[in-house]
């Protein structure tokens, strides 16, 4: 897995910034940068209530957010980013929510 700094004008200051161009198990508390198409990334397992994830992608309409045994948004299934340049902050709520999209 290669992972690369994003300069900080790029970012939120307040997250450790990646970015990813292949498949990739995600850090509660991280903001992501996905630089290419039809990557899988997975959001942390045994995650506690109030952690929270940012994803954004590029110019994709492929990127799917797998759920690592918690439910998003309430259900069981993994989430495809399907517009480009789209950016979703996931936070975890609880068992029954999973993590939820702000």
Known sequence: MA??????SM?????PTTVVATNTTLAADSYYYVSAATVT???PASPTAGQHVSVAIGNFTDIVVARNGS?????AEDLTMDTAYLSIQFIYTDSTRGWIIS
């Open 41 to 43: 990334v997975t959001l």
């Open 3 to 8: 992972l690369t700094q994003v300069p900080a």
């Open 11 to 15: 970012a939120d200051r307040s997250l």
């Open 71 to 75: 439910n998003i948004m309430s259900l």
